[in-house]
């Protein structure tokens, strides 16, 4: 990721910390003269001393640990290092830089315990130290660069649209449907727990007697449904993208009739009963209720090819080489972990909302 400037944060930090100014000496009164009288002499108002020059950053010290001080430089150096909204935390928030320099001075405790113990001459703590070297002069070269590459990153709303029309099939709203059901989970092989075949269509058998006696849907899943996602929610799915879910309960949620309770449907986790309550065609997401999403993924595709095009030349400038180590070298490959059992209950994910970026929209 390309930084933000930080220059003119950094600047903003150091002026919210300079002390205020003495105000001027106001001028003497004028004593009106007394009649007849010749005018006294008017007193002379010495001139005002030149104001001390303000302590360079690195002579203001905060704080002191060890007897080795923690300096006004050092917390704006430490201060440049956080993203915007880090350093905006700081600024806004009363005794924010005060905390800062707080974590700063505990950090340095740490730090000096380590070098008593010898912790700081280690090969893994000097090889650390290249590596962070490497990092924080990384750094220093894009906030030098940065307002060049914040000018190369800004995208218009012609790139917006641009971007829109070139990855329409990224706004395209699948059909989707709200159904509610109620699941009666089936004793699967190798499982001790769980219902029988029998015992699961007895209890189907029983939900739909309560149904034609005029009991509640929703009431009915709450208390016998076996899936914890919607059971609380009256069996309830919203919305959903029917080819996320096992193919006979999307193949039900596709073509029940809308309202009505329809014959169990028998999947891999036992016997459901489907209502379905909508169904909403597929659609192409307009641009309009699409930008945002549109304009987060031309950004994201600007910063990619600024980088790319940055890494490209400098790559031109610098020997720069990725190597593969040979097979003996390599280590050897891990064992796939054994799959987890899926869990019976779980029902599929749902699909986004009417006005929402449809999935797979704009990384």
Same mark, same amino acid.
Not at 89 to 96: A, R, V
């Given at each position: 990721?390309?930084?933000?400037?930080?220059?003119?944060?950094?600047?903003?930090? *150091?002026? !919210? @910390?300079? +002390? $205020?100014? &003495?105000? #001027? =000496?106001? %001028?003497?009164? *004028?004593? !009106? @003269?007394? +009649? $007849?009288? &010749?005018? #006294? =002499?008017? %007193?002379?108002?010495?001139?005002?001393?030149?104001? $001390?020059? &303000?302590?360079? =950053?690195?002579?203001?010290?905060?704080?002191?640990?060890?007897?080795?001080?923690?300096?006004?430089?050092?917390?704006?150096?430490?201060?440049?290092?956080?993203?915007?909204?880090?350093?905006?935390?700081?600024?806004?928030?009363?005794?924010?830089?005060?905390?800062?320099?707080?974590?700063?001075?505990?950090?340095?405790?740490?730090?000096?315990?380590?070098?008593?113990?010898?912790?700081?001459?280690?090969?893994?703590?000097?090889?650390?130290?290249?590596?962070?070297?490497?990092?924080?002069?990384?750094?220093?070269?894009?906030?030098?660069?940065?307002?060049?590459?914040?000018?190369?990153?800004?995208?218009?709303?012609?790139?917006?649209?641009?971007?829109?029309?070139?990855?329409?099939?990224?706004?395209?709203?699948?059909?989707?449907?709200?159904?509610?059901?109620?699941?009666?989970?089936?004793?699967?092989?190798?499982?001790?727990?769980?219902?029988?075949?029998?015992?699961?269509?007895?209890?189907?058998?029983?939900?739909?007697?309560?149904?034609?006696?005029?009991?509640?849907?929703?009431?009915?899943?709450?208390?016998?449904?076996?899936?914890?996602?919607?059971?609380?929610?009256?069996?309830?799915?919203?919305?959903?993208?029917?080819?996320?879910?096992?193919?006979?309960?999307?193949?039900?949620?596709?073509?029940?009739?809308?309202?009505?309770?329809?014959?169990?449907?028998?999947?891999?986790?036992?016997?459901?009963?489907?209502?379905?309550?909508?169904?909403?065609?597929?659609?192409?997401?307009?641009?309009?209720?699409?930008?945002?999403?549109?304009?987060?993924?031309?950004?994201?595709?600007?910063?990619?090819?600024?980088?790319?095009?940055?890494?490209?030349?400098?790559?031109?400038?610098?020997?720069?080489?990725?190597?593969?180590?040979?097979?003996?070298?390599?280590?050897?490959?891990?064992?796939?972990?054994?799959?987890?059992?899926?869990?019976?209950?779980?029902?599929?994910?749902?699909?986004?909302?009417?006005?929402?970026?449809?999935?797979?929209?704009?990384?």
């Amino acid at each position: 990721m390309l930084r933000a400037s930080l220059i003119s944060m950094i600047a903003l930090g *150091v002026v !919210a @910390q300079e +002390p $205020a100014k &003495a105000p #001027a =000496p106001a %001028p003497a009164p *004028v004593q !009106a @003269q007394a +009649p $007849a009288q &010749a005018a #006294a =002499p008017k %007193p002379q108002v010495p001139a005002p001393k030149s104001q $001390a020059p &303000a302590p360079k =950053p690195e002579e203001v010290v905060l704080a002191k640990v060890g007897g080795e001080p923690i300096t006004e430089a050092d917390f704006q150096a430490a201060f440049r290092l956080l993203n915007q909204q880090e350093q905006m935390q700081i600024l806004m928030i009363q005794g924010g830089k005060e905390e800062f320099v707080k974590r700063m001075a505990e950090s340095k405790l740490l730090a000096v315990k380590a070098k008593r113990m010898g912790l700081d001459q280690t090969p893994a703590f000097h090889q650390a130290v290249e590596r962070t070297k490497d990092d924080l002069l990384a750094r220093e070269y894009l906030a030098k660069e940065s307002e060049a590459l914040q000018k190369k990153l800004a995208v218009s709303d012609d790139d917006v649209k641009a971007f829109y029309e070139k990855h329409k099939d990224r706004f395209k709203q699948p059909e989707l449907a709200s159904v509610r059901h109620i699941l009666v989970s089936v004793k699967r092989e190798g499982e001790e727990k769980g219902l029988s075949e029998a015992a699961a269509k007895a209890k189907i058998a029983k939900i739909q007697a309560e149904l034609k006696k005029g009991a509640k849907f929703d009431a009915l899943a709450k208390k016998y449904s076996d899936d914890p996602g919607s059971k609380e929610n009256g069996g309830l799915y919203e919305d959903a993208d029917p080819s996320t879910w096992v193919p006979e309960f999307g193949a039900a949620a596709r073509t029940q009739p809308i309202g009505k309770v329809g014959a169990p449907v028998k999947t891999q986790f036992g016997y459901h009963l489907v209502k379905v309550e909508s169904r909403k065609p597929a659609r192409e997401v307009p641009f309009e209720e699409a930008k945002q999403v549109a304009e987060q993924g031309a950004q994201r595709e600007r910063q990619a090819a600024i980088w790319n095009e940055l890494m490209d030349s400098l790559r031109k400038e610098i020997p720069f080489e990725l190597t593969k180590p040979s097979p003996s070298e390599a280590p050897a490959p891990k064992a796939p972990a054994a799959p987890k059992a899926e869990d019976p209950k779980v029902a599929p994910q749902a699909a986004p909302k009417e006005g929402e970026a449809p999935k797979g929209g704009a990384r």
